[in-house]
T-cell receptor, first 115, second 113 residues
Framework: DAGVIQSPRHEVTEMGQEVTLRCKPI?????LFWYRQTMMRGLELLIY????????DSGMPEDRFSAKMPNASFSTLKIQPSEPRDSAVYFC?????????????FGPGTRLTVL | DAKTTQPTSMDCAEGRAANLPCNHS???????VYWYRQIHSQGPQYIIH???NNETNEMASLIITEDRKSSTLILPHATLRDTAVYYC??????????????FGKGTHLIIQP
């Protein structure tokens, strides 16, 4: 398996523009997570899905952020409109939950810069 | 409230064992101890997890004290590629399914040549 795939790897945009980040989880995994990493706040959970259904979106910072998972092999995180403070590295992770816990597999991240 | 406490940074000589401590004095009976690491410019990587017994895999060993209030991650023969930030995470396992990870600041382990 190729692991968790994220695109684009780098995104530079201007304030006010819409940004869409994409994630392809590992095949067969039933959980998908979106995290954000900044120097100030470290790694933060934004939202996660189980079997394509959003379970907890309490980490989503504002209504400008939205996430979808239309099928088991694809998820998007959208920011509209984007602001400079949204600049961060966004990670997607997937896991297969089991009785003894789960190991989350992280993608390489998307580095977002909002000018 | 921080659920885990880790030193900010540590040095270790290449080829020696790296012992990374973690304090989790408020751990509950259904909480596991997980360790992840993040190499510069990469996504976090799972290392190991345990409940109360010591665990070992191809990457590391996890030693959990009998009272479960602290643990130590051991990298038996550290290499330069082990330089990374190591995160100790306490995570409930209720049987109802997975949830997200709460990362603290971690320990920046620097392996010296």
């Amino acid at each position: 398996d190729a692991g968790v795939i994220q695109s684009p790897r780098h995104e530079v945009t201007e304030m006010g523009q819409e940004v869409t980040l994409r994630c392809k989880p590992i095949s067969g995994h039933d959980y998908l997570f979106w995290y954000r990493q900044t120097m100030m706040r470290g790694l933060e959970l934004l939202i996660y899905f189980n079997n394509n259904v959003p379970i907890d979106d309490s980490g989503m910072p504002e209504d400008r952020f939205s996430a979808k998972m239309p099928n088991a092999s694809f998820s998007t995180l959208k920011i509209q409109p984007s602001e400079p403070r949204d600049s961060a590295v966004y990670f997607c992770a997937s896991s297969l939950w089991g009785a003894l816990g789960d190991e989350q597999f992280f993608g390489p991240g998307t580095r977002l810069t909002v000018l | 409230d921080a659920k885990t406490t880790q030193p900010t940074s540590m040095d270790c000589a290449e080829g020696r064992a790296a012992n990374l401590p973690c304090n989790h004095s408020t751990i509950s009976g259904n909480e596991y101890v997980y360790w992840y690491r993040q190499i510069h410019s990469q996504g976090p990587q799972y290392i190991i997890h345990g409940l109360k017994n010591n665990e070992t895999n191809e990457m590391a060993s996890l030693i959990i004290t009998e009272d479960r209030k602290s643990s130590t991650l051991i990298l038996p023969h550290a290499t330069l590629r082990d330089t990374a930030v190591y995160y100790c995470i306490v995570r409930p396992h209720s049987g109802g399914g997975a949830d997200g990870l709460t990362f603290g600041k971690g320990t920046h382990l620097i392996i010296q040549p």
